[in-house]
């Protein structure tokens, strides 16, 4: 069982960064495990936002791509979100999960964007 907390989220103006760290825990764990962050707006479905596979290939959604960063600690075993050029629309609960998503969700960390 893999337990997920995310940490870093925050009030942003538009234009800002954030940095995002989710840190796993349990048994399981294992460097080539796919992870990746969710993120949750309100009144809408958790999608994803990125993905790091085995090693440290990565998907990104169209609208994250040159804006997200996603990457891996594999020692700490600590999955990390840069996020730059923060957007209004960018505001929403960000989550991480394994790639694609089977472990319980966790309190997630909330991201608001707003001048």
């Known amino acids: 069982q893999v337990q997920l907390v995310e940490s870093g989220g925050g009030l942003v103006h538009p234009g800002g960064s954030l940095r995002l760290s989710c840190q796993a825990s349990?048994?399981?764990?294992?460097?080539?495990?796919?992870m990746g962050w969710y993120r949750q707006a309100p009144g809408k479905q958790r999608e994803l936002v990125a993905a790091?596979?085995?090693?440290?290939?990565?998907i990104y959604v169209d609208s994250m791509k040159g804006r997200f960063t996603i990457s891996r600690d594999n020692y700490k075993k600590i999955v990390f979100l840069q996020m730059s050029s923060l957007a209004p629309e960018d505001t929403a609960v960000y989550y991480c999960?394994?790639?694609?998503?089977?472990?319980?969700w966790g309190q997630g960390t909330q991201v608001t964007v707003s001048s």
């Open positions: 790091i596979l085995g090693g440290h290939s990565t």
């Open positions: 349990g048994s399981g764990i294992v460097s080539s495990r796919a």
């Open positions: 999960n394994d790639y694609p998503p089977t472990s319980s």
